[in-house]
């Protein structure tokens, strides 16, 4: 039997730093009333969403992830050389061949990093912090940029009022490195495959398609099991939480889960009002606009579960850098 | 043992003053949802989740938008209550 030498990690890991990036195409509720049979008081009442943001024609996955991984990078700190993995969390890009990763660090100047793309839909951006973060401390990597980026405006219909009034474009991203202490929570993660067709997109040639209902049912019923459990398995309650950051997904979503999981201290992010739902990005992007803001302070912890497409769903408690 | 109809009653007025911030007391058998107490068709799916939880009963998507009033919903539950 061979036992073959193993790295130096660390003990724990931390996250250095966020940023993030939204299209500069601002598209309200009025805008999407001209062209599909909705309206503004309907669409903030079953979605929560005033606006949205949407990328460019020509404005790609890769170019988002390239705008949040900088920000994020120049908020960490760090440099290019610093880093020797990249990682991005999307399930939208123009073609699954090549991955945007190794674009991604191309494009920042970051030199052979490993690099790979995560897709667990909505909820692939917690999937690669958890993924990233074990990698640091089995010392498969140093400093790693994890990026959640993705242009849904490419997939959906547009005349279609279920689904073009919900999903959106943008990015963000965060630095992840080596630390003495677990400022990265461990992972409560799942799927529930026998929903596949709940969310799906049928070939090259569809569009995105959800059932709604159903969506709404298991993430209002199924979802604060695993947030309490991801908060247990860090060894704190959600009384603790001074932030929560759900998967933007519906405003009324992450009302009836932040109501069951009783966070009392905790600010409940609400990005998807200004950004709509914009999948694995909207996580990282939420909560690097709410550092930005100053709406949570440094060093409490967040509880951060994303959910979605598969249906499959992460959570882990992470320290606000 | 089967709960009376009142008991049923009470517990969708507590599940419905949580969800929807309706008062309990204005939950009463002749009122419709969408209505009278201005609840919509995602809130009846956190409803029908809630009375699952107390009730073990039940309501699938299906089922639930054929139920217009409180008492459509007391009743249903009712029926598919198992008593000892």
Redesign the interface.
Known sequence: MTSFQLRTGSPGTRILAFGHYQPSNVVTNDDLAKNVETNDAWIQ??VGIKQRRLAGPDETVVDMAVQAGGKALANSGLSPADIDLVVVATCTQEATIPNASAQVADRLGIVAPGAYDVNAACAGFCYALSNTSDAIRAGSARNVLVVGSEKLSQWVDWTDRSTCIIFADGAGAAVLGPSEETSIGPVVWGSAGDMADKIRVKDRNSFLFQEG??V??WT??QLHAVAKEACERAGITPSDLSAFVPHQANL?IIE?IA?KLKAENAVVADDIVEAGNTSAASIPLALSRMIERGDVPSGTPALLIGFGAGMTYAAQVVEIP | MALSDQEILSGLGDIIE??AGVPAADVTPEKSFVDDLDI???SM??I??AAQDQFGVEIP?DELKNLKTVKDVVVYVQGKGVSA
């Open positions: 009442s079953r209902q159903s709404f049912r209002t019923s009324r009836a109501r | 949580e969800i919509d068709s995602l799916v956190e029908a989740v998507d």
